[in-house]
């Protein structure tokens, strides 16, 4: 099961770290997944931000580059997105998942940027 947390109103230009825990995963399962923070905007299809390898290999949208970085932590089953430099267009909920989208969505957490 995925939860994210860490979303919330800020203003433009602000930050937020989102969290992602893989709770009841074990790590043997964790691991070797490549992960990924996809955002979903109200009426818009939901699209990859930010991925994940392993700790040196990232990938970013080109909107978000320069501004997001997205981290793990392997022993605790967990994936970072640190939000930079937010823009009113970074808003939307955000998820985590594999790249390869496998595992159940979870709830997602919001965050809106006001200007």
């Known amino acids: 099961r995925l939860v994210e947390s860490g979303g919330g109103l800020v203003y433009a230009g602000g930050s937020l770290r989102l969290s992602c825990v893989a709770s009841?995963?074990?790590?043997?399962?964790?691991?070797?997944?490549?992960w990924a923070w996809f955002s979903q905007a109200p009426g818009k299809q939901r699209k990859l931000v930010a991925s994940?390898?392993?700790?040196?290999?990232?990938n970013y949208a080109d909107s978000v580059k320069g501004r997001f970085t997205i981290s793990r932590d392997n022993s605790r089953k967990k994936v970072y997105l640190q939000m930079n430099s937010l823009k009113p267009e970074d808003t939307a909920t955000y998820y985590c998942?594999?790249?390869?989208?496998?595992?159940?969505w979870g709830q997602g957490t919001q965050v809106t940027v006001s200007s």
């Open positions: 998942n594999t790249v390869k989208e496998s595992l159940e």
């Open positions: 009841g995963m074990i790590t043997s399962e964790f691991n070797p997944r490549d």
């Open positions: 994940i390898r392993d700790s040196r290999t990232t």
